[in-house]
């Protein structure tokens, strides 16, 4: 059975568009690129003073702010009932090193939002809100995506975090310390909603016209690492049907890949990121082929179809050219339905500000795929200009900004009993 959360809040409750817009600008003009994006990189000196700005807003907004042994930051508007469970609402601060102005930001500054709105209108609620900002999202200095909220949520041991080093061997540890940013606040998994509210990065939304998607899941994916291994043979005097070589194995293969992904459309993606031959001559046949693929869908069967038909593929591909293949699943992360009741508050927020909207599922893995292990989660996304993310071309409008808060706002309302 589906549950709904209970809401009286004013159905005609609208966010500032300025105010948001304003702070997006301020935020974007710490560790601005030249191209018009955002270096602010996970516990660099750029993500501290994004840190501090945030903070000092809170603060100002009459927020508690609190920040645990990682490093992520709760900042709490209390409830009515100071016992009764939070609704958490945010997402990351850090950036890609050429990064885009809204990755993350945005759903952390539209979660103040909700809470200023709140503020402007005397609004109390049952349950205490808290603005989360996750350390460590991008995992592109430290190489581990999602790491503030897997540690917050269990998924990986906070000494594993501490112990990651950038290029130049500085670690978390030493960067939360040098930075004095770690805190005593305990991981509280004991949530009435969470909600994330993010840039799509993708390009379906925009294709359809549709301000608001309320996102009802994140696919499977995971990543192979893949070889065909042949003999290397002088390239002139070694007839074609003579040889074994990888790299027919691989076209073989790659258009049998093409084929599982378009018997598998729209839904299945099969992506050949990485390809490596050796040695490497223009006239030597290669010995060895090395490449990655990356496999997601968001239906757990056709995912499973996908990975069988993709081995076989590989099997039948190597043995057609008298080539050796291996493979291995070298990363996994199984897909995340989200609850109901919270994608329930989310389509009634749609009702409510009578945005069109259509539902989607999430092709990048988000913070709030952590948070789904352990407590009651959504996602909202907006369109972002051409699907473009992690790109300092990144862009939305103070518009569409705008549409996305204000489902986030009724959303937040309706799990934690606003009037
Ligand atoms: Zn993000």
């Known amino acids: 059975m589906q549950g709904t959360f209970t809401c009286g809040a004013p159905m005609n409750l609208t966010i ?5 817009w304003q702070r997006l600008n301020d935020m974007a003009a ?37 920040r645990d042994a990682v490093g992520n930051v709760f900042a709490r508007r209390p409830g009515r009932d100071a016992g009764a469970a939070p609704v958490m609402s945010g997402s990351h601060l850090d950036t890609q090193p050429t990064g885009g102005k809204y ?39 430290f190489d581990c995506a999602m790491m503030g909220s897997a540690v917050w949520s269990g998924g990986l041991a906070l000494e594993a975090a501490y112990a990651l080093e950038d290029l130049n061997g500085v670690s978390v540890q030493d960067e939360l310390e040098r930075l004095e ?34 996102v009802t899941g994140v696919q499977h994916m995971c990543r ?25 194995a691989l076209a073989r293969f790659l258009t049998a890949g093409y084929e599982i992904a378009d018997a598998h459309a729209p839904a299945g993606r099969m992506t050949f990121g990485y390809v490596h031959a050796s040695p490497g001559s223009p006239n030597t046949v290669p010995g060895k082929v090395e490449l990655t ?46 609850d109901n009741t919270c994608v329930q508050a989310v389509r009634d927020a749609v009702a409510a500000t009578g945005l069109p909207a259509m539902d989607i599922v999430s092709g990048a893995g988000h913070d709030a795929c952590n948070i789904a ?36 706002l009724h959303a937040m309302l309706n799990a934690a009993g606003g009037r």
Not at 35 to 41: E, F, K, P
Not at 192 to 208: K, M, T, V, Y
Not at 300 to 321: G, K, V
Request: hydrophobic residues 40%.
């Open 373 to 408: 292990a352990v407590a009651p989660t959504a996602m909202i996304f907006i369109p972002c200009d051409g699907g473009l993310s992690h790109n300092e071309a990144e862009n939305i409008s103070a518009e569409q900004a705008a549409n996305g808060a204000n489902i986030l």
């Open 181 to 214: 940013l770690i805190g005593t606040a305990a991981p509280d998994h004991n949530l009435q909603a969470a909600f994330e509210l993010h840039i799509e990065q993708g390009p379906i939304l925009e294709a359809s016209d549709k301000p608001v998607g309320v």
């Open 224 to 248: 192979y690492r893949i070889e065909f291994t042949g003999q290397e043979t002088h390239a002139g005097p070694t007839p074609m049907s003579m040889r074994r070589d990888p790299m027919m």
């Open 103 to 141: 990755d993350g930001v945005y759903g952390v500054l539209a979660t103040l939002e909700v809470v200023e709105t709140l503020n402007d209108h005397a609004l109390e609620t049952d349950h205490p809100i808290d603005i989360v900002v996750w350390t460590n999202e991008e995992g592109s200095r």
């Open 30 to 66: 710490i560790g601005a690129t030249p191209a018009g994006g955002c270096n602010r990189q996970a516990l660099s000196d750029e993500d501290y003073a994004g840190r501090q700005l945030f903070e000092a807003w809170c603060r100002a907004a009459g927020c508690e702010v609190r």
């Open 16 to 20: 500032n568009p300025t105010r948001l």
């Open 293 to 338: 693929l990356d496999l997601r869908h968001p239906d757990a069967d056709a995912y499973q179809a996908m990975q069988q038909a993709a081995e076989a593929a590989i099997e039948r591909s190597a043995s057609e050219f008298r080539v050796d293949a291996t493979y291995t699943r070298v990363w996994e992360a199984p897909g995340v339905t989200f």
